[in-house]
C-alpha cells in the first residue's frame, strides 16, 4: 500500500468507496464482504486514529449522561464495528443487485407501529419521517417503499459513482431523491409531502443545525441551543411527524416508528425527537455511527444560559437546503 499521506484527506465514506472496493461489493457473497470491509476500516483506522479518539470521547460523554456499564475499551471496539456495519449497509445498498437486497430485508425485517403509518397512506397524505445516524438506516427508504409507502429524501452525495447508483435504484422502487446540493430543495421537498409522500430526514445531522436564540435542548447532559431548521421546516409542513429508526437486532432489523407531532398543535418536533432518538441511542449506543463526530459538535457547542453561538443570528432564508442528512 502507497504511503498513508495518499488518504490522509480521504473521509472514510470514500475511503470505503475506493473503485477496487465498489467492485469487490458488487461480486463477493455477503459473508465475504462484510470480512474484508472489516479489515478495510482497520487500515483506515491506523491512518486515521483520530476517529477513534473522537469515538472514545463521545462514548465517555454518553456514560457520563447515560448508564452505560461496560470498559470503555469494550465500549470503543463495538463502537468501530457499528461504524464498519454502517458502511457495509451503504455499500450493500447501493452496489448489489436490487432483487437481492429486497428479498434479503423481506426475510429479515419487521415493523412495528405500522398502522399509523397505513391511516395516512389510505388517505393519500404526506407525512415527515424523522430518522437519524442510526442502525441500518441505508435500508429505511427501502424498507418503506417496498411496504408501498411512497418516499421522498433529501441526499447528499459522498461520490458521483454512488450518485449515480442510488438514483438509478431509487427509480426502480419508486423513491423520489432530492439532491441536498442542487437548488431550491426545500420547495422540492414540501412539494413530495403535499403529493402524498413520506419524507424522510435526520434531527442529529448538527452541521446543518440552526441554533435557536433562547430556546435549549439537552444532548446527553449538556445544554445544546436548540435547532430551528427541522421546527421551521415541520411548521411549513403541516403534517404528522414521526420518529422511523431500523435497529440491528442479531441479524435481522426492526424498524420502529414513533409518534412524534400531529402538524397542527404548536410544538418544536426538533426537541421532541432528539430527545426520541437519544433514548435509543442510549440503549443501542453502538448503532449510532454519528458518534465518530458529535463529541466535537457537543463540546464546542455546550453553553451556559447567556452565551450563544453566532449561528443563533443566521436566517433560514428561502434557498436554504433546509434539511441535508448525509445518507450517502
Not at 427509480?171 to 431550491?184: H, M, N, Q, T
Not at 443545525?209 to 447532559?221: A, E, L, T
Request: glycine share 4%.
Amino acid at each position: 500500500m502507497k504511503h498513508p499521506r495518499l488518504f490522509k484527506n480521504m473521509g472514510i465514506s470514500q475511503f470505503f468507496q475506493l473503485p477496487f472496493n465498489v467492485y469487490l461489493a458488487r461480486k463477493l457473497p455477503l459473508s465475504f464482504l462484510r470480512t474484508y470491509l472489516y479489515l478495510w476500516g482497520l487500515i483506515y483506522i491506523i491512518i486515521k486514529i483520530r476517529m477513534c479518539a473522537n469515538i472514545a470521547v463521545c462514548l465517555s460523554i454518553i456514560r457520563n449522561a447515560r448508564n452505560l456499564p461496560m470498559p470503555l475499551a469494550i465500549a470503543l471496539c463495538r463502537a468501530v464495528c457499528g461504524v464498519f456495519e454502517h458502511y457495509l449497509e451503504k455499500m450493500v445498498m447501493a452496489y448489489r443487485p436490487l432483487e437481492e437486497t429486497k428479498l434479503y430485508l423481506q426475510e429479515k425485517l419487521t415493523i412495528s407501529n405500522r398502522q399509523m403509518l397505513d391511516v395516512l397512506a389510505r388517505q393519500g397524505k404526506g407525512a415527515l419521517l424523522v430518522t437519524g445516524h442510526f442502525g441500518a438506516v441505508e435500508y429505511l427508504p427501502l424498507a418503506l417503499a417496498m411496504n408501498g409507502y411512497k418516499i421522498a429524501m433529501i441526499c447528499r452525495f459522498k461520490t458521483k459513482s454512488l450518485k449515480k447508483a442510488l438514483i438509478q435504484k431509487a427509480k426502480r422502487f419508486g423513491v423520489l431523491l432530492i439532491d441536498a446540493d442542487e437548488p431550491k430543495v426545500a420547495f422540492k421537498a414540501l412539494k413530495a409531502i403535499r403529493d402524498g409522500r413520506f419524507l424522510i430526514t435526520e434531527c442529529d445531522e448538527f452541521s446543518e443545525w440552526r441554533f435557536h436564540k433562547q430556546q435549549k435542548v439537552d444532548v446527553f447532559g449538556r445544554t445544546i441551543p436548540r435547532d430551528r431548521t427541522l421546527d421551521f421546516f415541520f411548521k411549513k409542513a403541516k403534517v404528522p411527524a414521526f420518529l422511523t429508526l431500523v435497529h440491528r437486532q442479531g441479524d435481522r432489523f426492526r424498524l420502529s416508528v414513533d409518534f412524534l407531532a400531529d402538524g397542527q398543535t404548536c410544538t418544536s418536533v426538533s426537541s421532541i425527537a432528539w430527545k426520541k432518538l437519544e433514548d435509543y441511542i442510549s440503549k443501542y449506543p453502538f448503532q449510532w455511527y454519528q458518534i465518530k463526530g458529535a463529541s466535537k459538535f457537543i463540546l464546542e457547542h455546550s453553553i451556559e444560559p447567556e452565551t450563544i453561538d453566532n449561528k443563533a443570528d443566521q436566517d433560514i432564508p428561502g434557498t436554504d437546503t433546509v434539511l441535508a442528512p448525509s445518507f450517502t
